[in-house]
């Protein structure tokens, strides 16, 4: 069964930093795209950050370059993001997703939730 | 790269048909066939329901369908039952890179 799994969400005060982890099984995530997506409550979905299959291209949203950095590792068929500089705006459901052109984002994790607050 | 442009609701009696509108620019939505459409119940993750503009992933109603005209994709739920009641949301390639864009949301209600 293909399946991601996040982890790492939680409180932060404004400033602090965070790492999520999203841990794939059925499947190699070296073999494909992959996604972090996120969503504040009740509001819609918003993508963040990609990695291709190679991991040699990363792409941002304007609204974390330059403080989130997705990464890989794939002896653990594990993917990360690691956010810094975190803000209230940030505040949100970090989904990690698979998928890509042309086929869409076909798996999604359940999600983690991220709360960034004084 | 703005959001996509959604109605905020639709509805239908079930046995009908509802169609929600995704109206982008031409860097997006008219300029490439990389449409997708994602159904979310609430409290859910996200599920794929169409991807290149009409395409339906294994498993996926034929129930539901996409098509495309200019700069305005469109998804059609036909035969509304109660358990498409659920948000959907439409994507796109923003000029055919890995940029994405996502739509701003339909509520669709089951009358």
């Known amino acids: 069964e293909v399946r991601l799994v996040e982890s790492g969400g939680g409180l932060v005060q404004p400033g602090g930093s965070l790492r999520l982890s999203c841990a794939a099984s059925g499947f190699t995530v070296s073999n494909y795209w992959m996604f972090w997506v996120r969503q504040i409550p009740g509001e819609g979905l918003v993508w963040v950050s990609d990695?291709?299959?190679?991991?040699?291209?990363?792409m941002y949203a304007d609204s974390v370059k330059g403080r989130f950095t997705i990464s890989r590792d794939n002896a653990k068929n594990t993917l990360y993001l690691q956010m810094n500089s975190l803000r209230a705006e940030d505040t949100a459901v970090y989904y990690c997703?698979?998928?890509?052109?042309?086929?869409?984002?076909?798996?999604w994790g359940q999600g983690t939730l991220v709360t960034v607050s004084s | 790269q703005s959001a996509l442009t959604q109605p905020p609701s639709a509805s239908g009696s079930p046995g009908q048909s509802v169609t929600i509108s995704c109206t982008g620019t031409?860097?997006?939505?008219?300029?490439?066939?990389?449409v997708s459409w994602y159904q979310q119940h609430p409290g859910k993750a996200p599920k794929l329901m169409i991807y290149?503009?009409?395409k339906r992933p294994s498993g996926v109603p034929d129930r539901f369908s996409g098509s495309k005209s200019g700069n305005t994709a469109s998804l059609t739920v036909s035969g509304l039952q109660a358990e498409d009641e659920a948000d959907y949301y439409c994507c796109s390639s923003y000029a055919g890179s890995d940029i994405y864009v996502f739509g701003s949301g339909t509520k669709v209600t089951v009358l």
């Open positions: 997703v698979r998928g890509g052109l042309p086929a869409g984002l076909d798996c």
């Open positions: 290149e503009v009409t």
């Open positions: 031409s860097s997006d939505v008219g300029g490439y066939n990389y």
């Open positions: 990695m291709n299959k190679d991991g040699t291209n990363t």
